[in-house]
């Protein structure tokens, strides 16, 4: 009686474990181009994981700016950004945002004079 009981307390506690839905945070884990010229716009795709829910996407600093973006999978998004004249060369990381949180990808994109 006691193994039934267990077996039913482990079933109940699964079919709860599988409806419920953890919130799951981005991951960037690449982008194409992988660098800009300062005063350059243009359109970076950010590949990564769970981007169905993003609110936000930036690029370390203040020398970048993200005009727009569109979430075209849960794994790809497209954002038009702006680098701007003055914008510290080097490597950026790249951040995206979504209700369960923020995930960041170290030094994904350079920006090179």
Same mark, same amino acid.
């Given at each position: 009686m006691?193994?039934?009981l267990f077996l039913v307390f482990l079933l109940v506690l699964l079919v /709860?474990?599988?409806g419920c839905n953890l919130p799951i945070v981005p991951s960037p884990y690449?982008?194409?181009?992988?660098s800009g010229a300062r005063g350059q716009t243009l359109n970076v795709t950010i590949h990564g994981t769970?981007?169905?829910e993003a609110t936000n996407?930036?690029?370390s600093g203040t020398d970048i /700016?993200?005009?727009s973006f569109e979430v075209i999978s849960s794994?790809?998004?497209q954002a038009n950004i702006l680098?701007?004249?003055s914008a510290q060369l080097g490597p950026k990381d790249v951040s995206v945002s979504s209700p369960a949180g923020t995930g960041e990808g170290e030094k994904l994109f350079t920006v090179t004079v």
């Open positions: 006691k193994r039934y /709860w474990m599988v690449s982008v194409s181009p992988t769970n981007f169905l996407v930036d690029f /700016w993200v005009n794994t790809e998004i680098i701007y004249q």
